[in-house]
């Protein structure tokens, strides 16, 4: 019975990491680079619902949704001031030591407006949670909600990606920019627009995720935003439903070692898992295999 | 792909080497005259820490081409180990220099086995994937110094992994590394002079390495590993070699830094990723590959939140502001060309990089 | 090249102005006690930093409002240490800098640690309002604590749950990448042993991992504990409250200074936290008249309801004026006189304080003072006997 709760909680704590995951995986799979700043946009997204739903008392729906303009046109920016310059850069490290330094701005400039007492966020999710065996194991409303969100955004973004204009134009890009670019496909526009969904992707990512855990501080995305990225590679970076994979069982695998093994060397185990996987994997449990050429 | 002129890079070699050692001059004679500032005189010991370990970053990232984000890994097995052993020894060998010089070995050589034993499965992985395997190395050393428990009384050393108490030690014994609140305590026998004498040590190291044989087997890899492989470079053994003398420096650089602090901990700030991250700022700000440009670049960047300490709560957010425009000026195409536009109209030279 | 004598001058430019700032320190300094502190005011513990750093502000304009430290004015500056315990000493070094002639820091005990080996080099005078570990003040006469130590704290909960017989099975759950976490979880098992009362279960968490704590819970659940210890900071604990209020898990939660504050966060669902009990010296809804006027001055300037962090900075530097008071010191005196006439007087003084009430120093430097036990009740913090 406590493994069955476990694995519960695994996945509750897993399907968090997946959805920030899957903008990590978005933006990596088109633009090529590791955007460090996306935890942090993750938490402006949490302050902006914070700000909007309980200081002032906006309703939720209109408050998530201001929510995912305001992190969607933060994200276009951070694109075009930040990283564009740097597109075609000698090396692909100045992109993301850039990437860090707007992390570090966006920390900076939550700790300067919000200041740095921790806020209860108080969840937006209304559902019940759902009791199973007598209540022995209870399922929380919010991990249901996580769930079914990830499903449903998983689900949105292949067919965005397979089935329409745009979604081919970002493939095309992150296959060959050149090449894309020789095709007519408007490659600054195309990555802009894939910023604008992956920073959209981490408000909605910020709301469940201080939905699931509700305390809010300027650094509330570092951490859980570093362990959906290696989330994201364990189930492949760039692949979407990899993304979903490997967020939940690196939720399995924290939660189980936590219960197992030790709960003080969690994150090495969780760290082990990752490089094995990697080992014997080199590209994730669902990344393609990279061809080289010659 | 560049011209090898050798005695053009022996001066190049020379020139950093030799602004070294004015610096250390000029800091010895302003410290003898009392012109430093206190603060100045505090953080000249963790520069050359902070230099040795953008050298030797370098050294993986701008000569073997490969990402590592685990490099305040080897600097925190360094820093313990040298310290664990000075803390034993403190009584034992009371002359200080011998003592230090035995810790930098210990801290350099565990550091160096550690990067051999990581660098040889991993080493096969490429790009992001070795960048985020490092960075996994480097949390599970944190990881595992934090809940590291090493003890001593008579009947010799006790070791745990889950707190203080089980190590059952006799009324008496004492705690060396005591978990999250590390080793307390550690000799203070790292100074400048010393410092400055590892940063030459480390620039002929790596200055030399780059100029020999080897060197340019491991900088064929980092620009063709195809073709290296066809004429009969041994990759494995290349990539472990400059892997594992780059961790043996940052081991070293471990230990300066330990030895300038009464009380060493693991965390998340000094060891972490955070860390690892902050080095290779110092090198890709520096210019991959250009070890003067990581030397210089770490000075920079270990002075700058000092000197904005005037500002006091927007320290550190203009830190981020100038980290970023200080990126985009060295590195994006674009303002590359302006400064080149800017500089022929002044009628100079155009920089060759 | 052209790009290399650039970064040369800055670098050059850099080490100049910092010379530049030692040049007027000398001079100045002897007409005002020059107070300096040190905290993490950026970074994932600002919160304590920011407290410490807004509460001293606050008790220093009072004390000059009243005429100063024996009729001299006291000027403050605050340096940010990043919770890192190198930049501790390039923050303990820019003060000196500056002139600082007496100390109040660190915030965290790490730091305080680190910064005390070179502080009682200086025999600086150091109070640290919150730095709790033992390893502050031990061989370093110049420091000295407002706040419990660690063994103090874990001992004295143990104490208190197994006199008054609160539970019969206790886990406990703890940060193990923290100093004070750990230090105060090692006392209380050690103590436990003479108690009345067994540890069924001891789960950690750490700063890389301080998101779910539902191993932790059910673990603590699963082996029927009747009390949990909380040997944290509220921020952690509001989530643990939280997930254990969703297992529908509740145990007795008993925590220590740490926990204060819980109440302050902001929109937090003061139900969840309803019978927490735990041993603090100060809580901000107290009756007495000293703290009713400290928060509300607090709250007026800072806009933050103040944490027990903010209280022990407070008291630090009514503390700093009694012992300077007591010892007749003056700004004219050099840093190590004033560091050794200070440090007698910290052995001879007894102040009130918002913390406690005739706090008194033994010769370690740590304090004498009663912890209150706490219960919230009705969403309010309630003295219990």
């Known amino acids: 019975m406590s493994l069955l709760s476990y694995l519960i909680n695994g996945i509750s704590l897993g399907s968090v990491y997946a959805i920030i995951a899957l903008g990590y995986t978005m933006v990596y799979g088109i633009a090529k680079m590791l955007n460090f700043a996306h935890g942090d946009v993750i938490m402006v997204g949490g302050y902006l619902i914070f700000t909007f739903v309980s200081t002032l008392n906006l309703p939720v729906g209109l408050g998530i949704l201001l929510a995912i303009v305001l992190c969607t046109m933060l994200g276009i920016t951070i694109e075009a001031i930040a990283y564009r310059p740097l597109r075609n850069a000698a090396s692909s490290l100045a992109v993301l030591i850039t990437a860090i330094g707007v992390s570090y701005f966006l920390q900076n400039v939550a700790l300067i407006i919000f200041g740095a007492n921790t806020k209860a966020f108080t969840s937006v999710v209304s559902a019940e949670p759902l009791k199973l065996f007598d209540g022995q194991i209870t399922i929380s409303g919010e991990t249901i909600v996580t769930i079914i969100s990830c499903i449903i955004i998983m689900t949105a973004l292949t067919l965005f990606v397979n089935k329409t204009k745009a979604g081919q134009a970002m493939l095309a890009v992150s296959e060959d920019k050149g090449a894309a670019q020789l095709m007519g496909i408007n490659v600054n526009g195309t990555i802009s627009l894939t910023f604008a969904i992956g920073s959209g992707l981490a408000a909605i990512a910020g709301l469940l995720l201080c939905s699931a855990y509700p305390s809010l501080t300027p650094y509330t995305g570092s951490m859980p935003g570093i362990k959906a990225f290696v989330a994201a590679v364990f189930?492949?970076?760039?692949?979407?439903?990899?993304?979903?994979?490997?967020?939940?069982?690196?939720g399995i695998i924290e939660i189980l070692s936590k219960a197992y093994i030790s709960s003080q060397?969690?994150?090495?185990?969780?760290?082990?898992?990752?490089?094995?996987?990697?080992?014997?994997?080199?590209?994730?449990?669902?990344?393609?295999?990279?061809?080289?050429k010659v | 792909m560049k011209n090898r002129n050798i005695p053009k890079k022996l001066q190049d070699n020379l020139i950093t080497i030799g602004i070294v050692v004015v610096c250390y001059i000029l800091v010895m004679i302003l410290s003898a005259t009392g012109l430093l500032s206190n603060l100045l005189q505090g953080l000249l010991v963790p520069l050359c820490a902070y230099i040795i370990l953008a050298v030797s970053l370098n050294l993986t990232v701008g000569i073997l081409g490969e990402l590592s984000l685990g490099h305040a890994g080897f600097m925190c097995v360094g820093a313990f180990t040298s310290a664990f052993f000075s803390k034993c020894m403190e009584n034992t060998i009371t002359f200080a220099p011998v003592r230090f010089f035995l810790a930098l070995l210990i801290g350099g050589l565990c550091a160096a086995l550690i990067g051999f034993l990581i660098g040889m499965p991993v080493l096969r992985l490429k790009?992001?994937?070795?960048?985020?395997?490092?960075?996994?190395?480097?949390?599970?050393?944190?990881?595992?110094?934090?809940?590291?428990?090493?003890?001593?009384?008579?009947?010799?050393?006790?070791?745990?992994?889950?707190?203080?108490?089980?190590?059952?030690l006799e009324e008496g014994g004492d705690v060396i590394i005591n978990g999250a609140q590390g080793i307390t305590g550690t000799p203070k026998d790292s100074n400048f002079t010393i410092g400055v004498i590892l940063i030459v040590l480390t620039l002929l190291i790596v200055l030399n390495l780059i100029n020999s044989r080897d060197g340019r087997a491991i900088m064929s890899i980092r620009d063709n590993l195809i073709a290296s492989e066809s004429i009969g470079i041994h990759i494995t053994k290349y990539k472990l070699m400059a892997f594992t003398i780059s961790a043996a420096l940052a081991g070293i650089a471990g230990v300066l830094y330990s030895h300038n602090l009464n009380s060493l901990m693991a965390t998340p700030k000094n060891f972490g990723y955070n860390m690892s991250i902050m080095?290779?700022?110092?090198?890709?700000?520096?210019?991959?590959?250009?070890?003067?440009?990581?030397?210089?670049?770490?000075?920079?960047?270990t002075l700058l939140p000092e000197l904005l300490r005037g500002l006091n709560d927007y320290r550190m957010l203009i830190y981020s502001i100038v980290l970023i425009v200080m990126m985009l000026y060295n590195w994006a195409p674009n303002m590359i060309a302006l400064r080149k536009k800017a500089a022929n109209r002044f009628g100079r030279k155009k920089e060759v990089a | 090249m052209k790009k290399k004598v650039m970064s040369l001058m800055l670098v050059l430019a850099m080490a100049v102005s910092m010379l530049a700032g030692c040049g007027g320190a000398s001079a100045s300094g002897s007409d005002t006690f020059k107070i300096g502190g040190i905290g993490p005011t950026t970074g994932g513990a600002a919160v304590y930093g920011i407290a410490v750093r807004n509460a001293a502000e606050l008790a220093i304009k009072e004390?000059?409002?009243?005429?100063?430290?024996?009729?001299?004015?006291?000027?403050?500056?605050?340096?940010?240490?990043?919770?890192?315990?190198?930049?501790?000493?390039?923050?303990?070094?820019?003060?000196?800098?500056?002139?600082?002639?007496?100390m109040i820091g660190c915030v965290t005990s790490g730091c305080c640690t680190a910064v005390a080996a070179e502080s009682s080099k200086d025999n600086m005078f150091q109070l640290t309002p919150s730095g709790s570990s033992t390893d502050c003040t031990a061989n370093n006469d110049n420091v000295f604590q407002v706040c419990f130590s660690d063994p103090n704290q874990g001992i004295g909960a143990a104490d208190y749950i197994g006199t008054n017989g609160l539970a019969t099975k206790v886990a406990i759950i703890y940060d193990s990448s923290d100093v004070y976490s750990s230090g105060i979880y090692e006392k209380f098992v050690a103590e436990a042993a003479n108690q009345p009362f067994e540890i069924v279960s001891a789960e950690a968490f750490t700063a890389d991992s301080k998101t779910d704590f539902s191993v932790q819970l059910q673990k603590a659940s699963d082996a029927g504990?009747?009390?949990?210890?909380?040997?944290?900071?509220?921020?952690?604990?509001?989530?643990?409250?939280?997930?254990?209020?969703?297992?529908?898990?509740?145990?007795?939660?008993?925590?220590?200074?740490?926990?204060?504050?819980?109440?302050?966060?902001?929109?937090?669902?003061?139900?969840?936290?309803?019978?927490?009990?735990?041993?603090?010296?100060?809580?901000?809804?107290?009756?007495?008249?000293?703290?009713?006027k400290f928060v509300a001055d607090y709250k007026a300037a800072y806009g933050d309801i103040p944490n027990q962090f903010a209280a022990d900075a407070y008291d630090a530097i009514y503390i700093i004026k009694a012992a300077a008071e007591k010892a007749n010191a003056t700004p004219a005196d050099s840093v190590a006189d004033l560091g050794t006439k200070m440090q007698n007087a910290m052995r001879e003084i007894t102040v009130d304080g918002l913390t406690g009430a005739a706090m008194s120093w033994d010769a370690e430097g740590a304090v004498n003072k009663a912890p209150k036990a706490m219960q919230i009740i009705n969403g309010n913090y309630s003295l219990i006997q």
């Open chain 3, 225 to 292: 504990a009747d009390l949990v210890f909380l040997p944290i900071y509220y921020t952690e604990a509001s989530l643990i409250l939280t997930q254990a209020n969703t297992m529908g898990y509740a145990p007795k939660f008993f925590g220590c200074d740490g926990l204060d504050g819980i109440l302050g966060v902001e929109n937090f669902d003061a139900s969840l936290a309803e019978g927490v009990m735990l041993l603090t010296p100060f809580a901000a809804d107290a009756e007495d008249a000293a703290t009713q």
């Open chain 2, 279 to 301: 080095i290779l700022v110092f090198v890709v700000l520096g210019g991959i590959g250009n070890i003067r440009g990581s030397v210089i670049a770490a000075v920079i960047l």
């Open chain 2, 127 to 168: 790009g992001d994937y070795l960048a985020i395997v490092t960075l996994a190395f480097g949390e599970i050393i944190k990881n595992i110094m934090n809940v590291l428990f090493i003890g001593r009384d008579s009947h010799g050393f006790h070791f745990s992994m889950k707190d203080s108490l089980s190590l059952g």
């Open chain 3, 63 to 102: 004390v000059n409002a009243a005429g100063g430290i024996n009729g001299y004015q006291v000027e403050y500056k605050f340096e940010d240490d990043e919770l890192d315990n190198e930049k501790s000493l390039n923050a303990y070094n820019t003060l000196k800098d500056w002139g600082m002639n007496l």
């Open chain 1, 235 to 250: 189930g492949g970076i760039g692949s979407i439903p990899g993304a979903l994979i490997g967020g939940i069982v690196l």
């Open chain 1, 265 to 292: 060397l969690a994150d090495a185990i969780v760290f082990l898992v990752l490089i094995l996987v990697l080992l014997i994997k080199p590209t994730g449990i669902l990344g393609r295999k990279i061809q080289e």
